[in-house]
């Protein structure tokens, strides 16, 4: 437990920032995952504009810290590839 009100306020700060950072990285992963149901679809026009938008969200997250660059880079990579083998 926090005895010092500077150790409380740590507690409250790292929550507060557990959420936001909680939910940027789930915004990032809505943008995967609308790129990889496009790929399931096999619809190749829907994926290349679902990865048009998701690039930036991947810049984005790297940005704000809360992916690692070459993280982004390889999810990125991967799903543009993907992307241009499809159909």
Known sequence: MANTPQA???IRR???RAEINGN???RIRT???RVEAALGAGDKAAAAEALAAAQP???R???RGVLHKNTASRKFARLTKAVANLG
């Open 31 to 33: 943008f995967v995952k």
């Open 61 to 63: 997250g790297v940005a």
């Open 14 to 16: 790292n929550n507060r």
């Open 57 to 59: 969200e991947l810049a």
């Open 24 to 26: 940027r990285v789930g």
């Open 8 to 10: 409380k306020k740590r």
